[in-house]
């Protein structure tokens, strides 16, 4: 029944709405799911990008928990989205505005609309009392950027706001070591989470890097971030799950098809915000679509286990 202390004052603000079904869970001590809205109006085409949220809700209802897909709507942020918002928001893709941390006061303070990215629906769902969250790769260090300094907001709000993200490790298209090194900076708790004591490299099972941790089964997985919310340790987590093999992508193809796209980038003069949503465009495309095959079914996957870890979760009694 813990996530009744961890839901936070801010989410009775009026700038929250909070679906009812996901409200009187999170009362309730319940299970509930955190889903970002990024990966819908940047990381995936339309319509695509709304059938695999809509089929992710359903896993993580299948798995007994309940799905809160956040985004912002005009000027509101939206903790569960009705079909219909979340269809708008898969129609809307880059015109919706990328938000991060630095974006939510310009979103919200304009009243503007908004897709959230892992940081910013970490912070989001942690002011509404959600533990656990699923998406499919963070963002992370980017290729070269001991040259850029481009680093995703997304590692240093795992250091700071305590939410469980259930991911498929990070993309190829970064620098997989260099990010495993700031997570340890930030001292963010990251673990495999099956068999292999690999982190995972997101379209294929395994990348080159050991997993600093590896979590055999879900049960074992709740009782950490139960110890990181006893001890206060106000950090997050990772909880890496590899992509299922049989769904893994083609991996000479897949590191073809990033090189290209990354020299691409580098040519056309893309940062910033910019490059990581240009980089899953073409690599989808470079593929015929094969990459976007694997990252629905991964995504596909870490609902499943994530709805698992949120009922494993609300079922611990602390
Ligand atoms: N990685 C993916 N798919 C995605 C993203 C990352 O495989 O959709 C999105 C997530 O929303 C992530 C954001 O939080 O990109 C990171 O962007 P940046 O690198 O600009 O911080
Ligand atoms: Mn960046």
Do not use: W
């Not at 304009?110 to 963070?138: D, E, H, N």
Request: with cysteine; hydrophobic share 45%; aromatic share 4%.
């Amino acid at each position: 029944m813990f996530q009744r202390r961890f839901f936070h004052a801010l989410a009775s603000a009026s700038r929250f709405k909070i679906a009812d079904n996901v409200k009187k869970t999170i009362i309730n001590g319940g299970p509930v799911v955190a889903l970002e809205s990024t990966i819908i109006s940047h990381g995936m085409p339309y319509p695509q990008n709304v059938e695999t949220a809509r089929s992710v809700e359903a896993i993580v209802r299948d798995q007994g928990a309940v799905p809160a897909t956040i985004a912002i709507l005009d000027g509101h942020v939206h903790i569960g989205l009705e079909p219909e918002q979340l269809d708008r928001l898969g129609k809307l893709g880059h015109q919706a505005i990328k938000t991060s941390r630095r974006d939510l006061a310009v979103v919200l303070g304009q009243r503007r609309s908004g897709a959230t990215t892992v940081a910013s629906t970490m912070i989001l769902a942690r002011a509404a009392g959600i533990p656990v969250f699923v998406t499919g790769g963070i963002g992370g260090v980017h290729r070269g950027a001991e040259q850029t300094f481009d680093i995703s907001a997304d590692l240093t709000e795992l250091g700071r706001t305590s939410v469980a993200v259930v991911c498929a490790g990070v993309k190829s298209i970064l620098d997989i070591g260099k990010t495993l090194e700031v997570l340890e900076t930030q001292g963010v708790t990251v673990a495999t989470l099956g068999p292999s004591r690999r982190f995972p490299a997101f379209y294929t099972p395994e990348s080159d890097f050991d997993s600093p941790n590896h979590v055999p089964d879900i049960q074992t997985a709740a009782s950490m971030i139960a110890a990181n919310h006893d001890l206060g340790l106000g950090s997050g987590m990772v909880f890496a799950v590899p992509i299922p093999s049989q769904d893994a992508a083609n991996s000479k193809a897949i590191q073809d098809a990033i090189d290209t796209a990354l020299a691409e980038a580098k040519s056309q003069g893309i940062h910033g915000k910019e490059e990581t949503p240009f980089l899953l465009k073409r690599v989808s495309e470079l593929t015929l679509g094969s990459s976007l095959e694997a990252n629905i079914a991964l995504v596909k996957n870490n609902a499943k286990m994530g709805g698992q870890l949120a009922v494993a979760l609300a079922k611990l009694k602390l």
